[in-house]
């Protein structure tokens, strides 16, 4: 039952966001999701906004299915729990692991339901991104380590990166209305999970995990594409 409701709401969102949304799609990699790809984790770059499920029109039937079956993805707590917006995502996406910013084991539990069916997404900055590019607390939008986390458990499939050209222009974090009608840019590349592992190997976990992080890091800086509709833009000068 969980998975016909989530199918049924993510058909829903594909259909909106046909309705009311233009997308600007520049594919980056020669494969696609279109060509028998096998995304086993996708990473999306750039986290602005809770409406960022409207990128499922972008998704084929058979990712469609698989996300609703099969999909793992951490969420911060203090979304997951609230009345509303909380319910909402449970329902969306079953598979969603409320995790605590509190040093306790729910991230480990979250790494221990990952397996070889699992289709793992996640929001690697690991909180969202405002209106003046910074976080909540005014600190730059870095890279956080669960996205190396969850690549040690995973050897086969591909790496789906979404990079994100901001969703501000359609919801700034604490508006309560979307707007409609505009254009959502996006830049999308498909990796090989073992290639891309072996391309950032190293001697040691810790330098495999910086070596992830750094090449994040790069891809967050210089891979997004260019939307002058975003705020943040505009601070920057």
């Not at 979304?79 to 509190?102: A, C, D, E, M, Y």
């Amino acid at each position: 039952m969980a998975f016909l409701f989530s199918f049924t709401l993510l058909y829903t969102i594909k259909l909106l966001a046909l309705i009311f949304y233009r997308f600007d799609v520049n594919w980056l990699s020669e494969k696609t999701v279109y060509k028998n790809a096998n995304v086993r984790l996708m990473v999306l770059l750039n986290h602005t906004s809770l409406f960022e499920p409207l990128f499922v029109r972008l998704a084929p039937h058979s990712m469609i299915k698989d996300i609703s079956t099969n999909l793992i993805a951490p969420g911060a707590d203090i979304t997951i729990q609230r009345p509303i917006v909380g319910k909402l995502f449970r329902s969306l996406l079953p598979g969603i692991i409320p995790i605590s910013r509190k040093r306790d084991d729910s991230w480990n539990n979250f790494l221990k339901k990952i397996d070889s069916d699992s289709f793992v997404a996640i929001l690697p900055e690991g909180r969202m991104r405002r209106k003046d590019g910074n976080d909540k607390f005014g600190k730059p939008m870095t890279v956080r380590g669960g996205v190396a986390d969850i690549l040690n458990k995973l050897n086969q499939g591909d790496l789906l990166f979404v990079y994100s050209g901001g969703l501000h222009h359609v919801q700034i974090p604490g508006q309560t209305l979307p707007k409609i009608f505009q254009t959502i840019k996006v830049n999308l590349e498909i990796i090989d999970i073992a290639e891309y592992k072996q391309q950032l190997s190293a001697n040691t976990t810790e330098q495999f995990r910086e070596n992830i992080l750094n090449d994040m890091q790069w891809r967050l800086e210089n891979k997004l594409p260019d939307c002058t509709k975003q705020p943040y833009r505009q601070f920057k000068g």
